[in-house]
């Protein structure tokens, strides 16, 4: 039996591809990971990444704009932290699909060769 998949919008897809662009950036990746633990101020993400605190900001906004972020201000900072955890399932997710694969290619590299094994070399007798 045949399944018809059903027609999705053209803005849907267009969605769908804005927030996976959202995590093709690496520094993204990056903040991602140091707000793994909780709540951190933009200061504290630009000593950890050494980057600008402009750098940081505009990748901070981008998550922010699809979701993923929620902020807070206290005085003059400002604090971010993960407002949708399942980021962390989905990047999880590929990284095991990564993995398994990078296995199975090493995998069969071990498997494949084309000359016998070299043998040791012999030991190097210094003569006085």
Known sequence: ?????????????????EYF????EP??????????D?????QELVD??????ANVSKHLKVMLQAGI??????????YYRVEDPLIYDLCNLV???????IEKQARQF?????????PPAPPIVSEV
């Open 1 to 17: 039996m045949h399944v018809t998949s059903k027609p999705v919008s053209q803005e849907v897809i267009q969605q769908l591809a």
């Open 21 to 24: 662009s959202v995590l093709s």
């Open 27 to 36: 520094m993204r990746l990056k903040l991602l990971n140091l707000l793994r």
């Open 38 to 42: 909780g709540e951190k101020c933009v």
């Open 48 to 53: 950890a990444t050494q980057t600008s605190q």
């Open 69 to 78: 972020l929620s902020r807070r201000s206290a005085g003059t900072s400002a």
């Open 95 to 101: 990284c095991n699909r990564l993995a398994a694969r």
């Open 110 to 118: 071990r498997d494949f060769s084309l000359a016998p094994p070299i």
